[in-house]
């Protein structure tokens, strides 16, 4: 094993957000237009022997858990072989997968068999015409059939259901979505809208705050917070009576960066220390012009030593990054 990973500032690095694809399948107004985004060149794209060679180096420096995101990762053919592969690295604890659900009817028994242990599928609206509208795509029903079928395996529990909150639209999701947590074992969780979509297109007052989110479910059903874990970027709250749990993350209204222990790998192997980074460092050159693994953890650690203190989001001046949420990996 290597020294462990640290930025400038003294947080200890434990997490990696891996995109494997730029690539999706949805086309969310919050992520990317309409006629999509060009995409990586497949030959620009990190192979699984790539990826699994800098999982295993990242391991080995103390970065145990990895999420595997994209675009959307189960577009990526024979994605479960690369979960197989990133799972039998021995210094990898938690394995997870964040995927918008439409291939997990097809893939959810495969990729419980590799190894993932943990997932987050997206869904914005439970209702299948405001799904549409959001994602442009007719897909609910199949997103919660795979839904279900994940659900079906005890090893992928907790699981998780991200909807990323956009005023003057989540308000009206509330109680179909607070229904949901109750009658389902899933943990729905809200996510402010980032300023990362592709027709950048962001603007501050369309975000509805995890604090405004929590007052109108409150009334719904009384919420009691649960402990927070240092690292996590939720805060979790159970129904008081008991049924089923609700999370917040809030990036823009309540920033946590002084607790992050996150870098992230995009589809073409570049390491970014935030996702609002305007700078990244290129792994997958080195790498393919035969670099060591010495060499390459020397990168690394130069590039985690100037990790950003925190975002600017809500600073004058602010600079969105040139990459969209999909190209970044989420």
Not at 86 to 111: F, K, Q
Request: charged residues 25%.
């Amino acid at each position: 094993m290597r020294e462990p990973l640290r930025d400038g500032h003294g947080r200890l690095i434990g997490d990696v957000r891996v995109s494997v694809t730029d690539r999706c399948n949805f086309r969310c107004q919050y992520c990317m237009p309409a006629e999509g985004l060009p995409w990586l060149e497949r030959g620009g794209v990190l192979r699984f022997e790539e990826i699994a060679r800098l999982v295993g180096l990242l391991a080995s420096m103390g970065v145990h858990d990895v999420r595997l995101t994209g675009g959307e990762p189960l577009v990526r053919r024979d994605f479960p072989q690369l979960v197989e592969m990133l799972a039998g690295i021995e210094p990898v604890h938690d394995l997870s997968i964040t995927t918008n659900g439409y291939l997990l009817e097809r893939d959810a028994a495969a990729l419980v068999a590799a190894g993932a242990n943990r997932f987050n599928v997206s869904i914005d609206s439970l209702q299948q015409d405001r799904f549409f509208a959001m994602t442009r795509r007719d897909a609910l029903p199949q997103v919660l059939r795979g839904l279900e079928a994940l659900a079906a395996f005890p090893q992928a529990h907790p699981i998780k259901v991200n909807a990323v909150a956009i005023r003057d639209f989540t308000e009206h999701e509330l109680p179909a979505f607070v229904a949901f947590a109750r009658e389902h074992p899933y943990e729905v969780r809200f996510i402010e809208f980032m300023p990362l979509d592709g027709d950048h297109a962001w603007r501050p007052e369309q975000v509805l705050t995890g604090e405004e989110i929590h007052a109108l479910i409150h009334a719904i059903h009384p919420l009691e917070p649960t402990p927070r874990d240092p690292h996590a970027t939720a805060r979790i709250y159970r129904f008081a009576d008991g049924r089923g749990t609700i999370g917040f993350i809030n990036p823009v209204s309540e920033p946590f960066c002084g607790d992050c222990n996150r870098i992230r790998l995009t589809a073409d192997g570049r390491l970014r220390t935030c996702l609002f980074s305007l700078n990244e460092t290129d792994l997958r050159g080195p790498l393919r012009a035969g670099a060591s693994d010495d060499a390459l953890e020397q990168i690394v650690r130069d590039a985690v030593w100037r990790k950003e203190l925190k975002h600017h989001v809500n600073e004058p001046g602010f600079v969105q990054p040139a990459r969209t949420m999909s190209a970044i990996g989420g």
